[in-house]
Every structure is written in structure tokens, then in C-alpha cells.
């Protein structure tokens, strides 16, 4: 039986190089018929379901768990729990079967990234990355060729540096964190701090991926957060 996630709206996903990683697990897991309109292997541009969201995750997270040329218990424990804390035991249990094939498997991020591309907007793009930091974050150590794919992947998927170096930012702190995160230099004035976080706030807010669904706008949030903490962070040094 498809967990709830990945019954909520199966589309895009299935296509292209995407569909074809997982199409052993769809024979597997469908009964016959049961998401035909919404899990044909179109390429017509419709919106990103909980479903789309979660495979195309699972594709990147493999790639990057994958980025130091071996993948260990441990690191498979530590997705388990982000996965059963981010999305429920059951669905959990189904996107770990998931997973496990596709870090058997070799693709080329590229081919994935053009067809992510085709359908998810900005926003959703950003909350993969950031999704993808937070895995990688779980054992408590991000290593530095783990960035590295995570940022190739981020040009594949045409994010801009100063965002990736945002999301890093939140993840990853040093003495300019607070300022990265908010996408502006130590250097910038008051009202330039006050503008950026106007617009970070706006483009990061909660609201821009409800269509995915709590679980998805749960992890939003921890965003949205990490944007108040270090405009809130800023203020207080500099007496705002």
C-alpha cells in the first residue's frame, strides 16, 4: 500500500529520468489503476504534489549520502529518524525502501535536475536544498565533499549562490552567519539589513510551499525561523 505521502497526487514524478530510477517500486507498490490519471508518464507542466516532492528528494538525498563513495548504517539510521520525524513512521518506512534502491543505482544529477526543473518552481527548489542540508547535517558533521555535491546540485537545479550560501549559513555557522543568511554583507547599512529581511521573508515564507502539505511545511518553517533568528540576531548588536 502507498503511504499517504506518496499517494497524495503521484504526477510529474513519475516521468523522464525520474520515472525511470523508480518504476521497479511502482509495479511494486500500485494496484492496478489506483493513481493512473495522475501517475502517467506525462510531461504536461502541472503543480507539484507531496508525492513529486517526496521522490524527487529521495533522488537527491541518495546522490548525496552516495557523494563519499560509500554509504554506512549509521548514516542510513540517521535519514530513518529525520525521515520518521519529518514524515511519519509509514511513510518513513516506504521511502527508506525507496532509498535503498536508488543508492544502488547510478544516474546523472543533471538529467534529474533538467527535469525538476520543468516543474518545480523556485521555492519548492530552495526547500529541497535546504531538505538536503538538514540530511546531511543529521549525523552532526557536514563533510566538505557533501557541500560540494549538494552545491553542484544546486547549479544543476539553477539556484543562485547567494541562496545556497544562505541555506549553508543556517547549517553551517560562522562569525558572517547571521548575515549570509539574510543574503547581505557585515558592511550593509540599517535600512539595506531591514530590506533584506523583508525580502527573505517574503520569498522564504511557509506559505509558498502549502500546497505540499504540513509535513513539507513543517521543515518551511524551521526556515522561516532561522530568518527571524538572524534578523532578530543583527537588531540586537546593532542597537536597531
Known sequence: ??????????????????????????????????????????????????????????????????????????????????????????????????????????YYIYEVAQQINRHMNSAEKLQLLHVMFGVSQADGHIDQIEIDVIREIAQHLKIKSADVDAIQAIFIKDNKSFYKILEIDPSASDQEVKKAYRSMATRFHPDKVEHLGPDFQKMADEKFKAINEAYQQIKSERGI
Open 1 to 106: 500500500m502507498l503511504g499517504r505521502i506518496f499517494g497524495a497526487g503521484l504526477g510529474w514524478a513519475f516521468a523522464g529520468p525520474i520515472g525511470g530510477l523508480i518504476g521497479w517500486w511502482l509495479g511494486g507498490q500500485l494496484d492496478g489503476g489506483q493513481v493512473t490519471s495522475q501517475s502517467g508518464f506525462s510531461t504536461i507542466k502541472q503543480q507539484t504534489k507531496p508525492g513529486d516532492f517526496a521522490i524527487a528528494l529521495l533522488v537527491l538525498v541518495a546522490a548525496v549520502m552516495k557523494a563519499d563513495g560509500k554509504v554506512v548504517k549509521s548514516e542510513l539510521d540517521y535519514v530513518k529518524q529525520f525521515l520518521i520525524k519529518s514524515f511519519g513512521r509509514e511513510n518513513a518506512t516506504e521511502m527508506l525502501i525507496l532509498l535503498k534502491n536508488l543508492l544502488e543505482q547510478n
